[in-house]
């Protein structure tokens, strides 16, 4: 039986996503977005851990890259920004009167410090877990233990929300029960609250 929903941030809650940063980080190149990934992965990887600064990450970047750090800066100010997918936010307040809700995000400190001051998360969430808080990624099964044990429930009794199939089969290994999110109208025929 399903006792919480815990929700992704990026992609899911904000609009803002990891494919538009690698938008904006690719345009004027020739790189792929699996070939970027690749070359930014362990500087991404130690910034959403909180293990370096948004400058190091810059120059990390920009050193496993050559992108010029402007177009960098660039894409990192649209990470920083919070646009809320307000019709998600209005069923998530919904659903908070019927299960337990919380988030779970791989997110940089800089992102995470944004978040929570321009966001009320009391209000809307009973547990959050951001990877530069807990110094650790959803690649870490123990991120989902933390996340299940706040809420005290079981990952089988656990609705996880995220954009990225990579999450959502490590998440489903787990025992979670999981949904793939694109739109906030096909969540709500899903869960049907």
């Not at 890259?65 to 646009?83: L, P, R, W």
């Not at 908070?96 to 978040?115: A, F, H």
Request: glycine content about 4%.
């Amino acid at each position: 039986m399903r006792k919480a929903i815990v929700f992704d941030w990026h992609g899911v809650l904000d609009k803002v996503s990891l494919v538009g940063f690698l938008e904006i980080l690719k345009s004027g190149t020739h790189l792929t977005d699996e070939r970027l990934l690749e070359l930014i992965k362990p500087a991404d990887e130690q910034i959403t851990r909180g293990e370096i600064s948004k400058d190091a990450f810059i120059e990390d970047v920009y050193d496993a890259t050559g992108i010029k750090k402007e177009k960098i800066q660039e894409g990192v100010a649209y990470i920083n920004q919070v646009i809320k997918d307000e019709e998600l936010w209005r069923f998530v307040e919904k659903l908070r009167k019927k299960y337990k809700v919380g988030i779970l995000s791989d997110s940089p400190t800089y992102k995470t410090e944004t978040i929570k001051y321009t966001v009320n998360l009391d209000r809307f969430f009973d547990a959050t877990v951001f990877s530069s808080d807990v110094k650790m990624r959803k690649d870490d099964p123990k991120m989902y233990e933390l996340i299940c044990e706040l809420l005290n429930v079981k990952p089988t009794e656990t609705l996880f929300i995220d954009d990225l199939e990579k999450n959502i089969e490590m998440a489903r290994d787990l025992g979670f029960e999981t949904f793939l999110y694109e739109d906030a109208k096909e969540l709500e025929e899903y869960i049907k609250i």
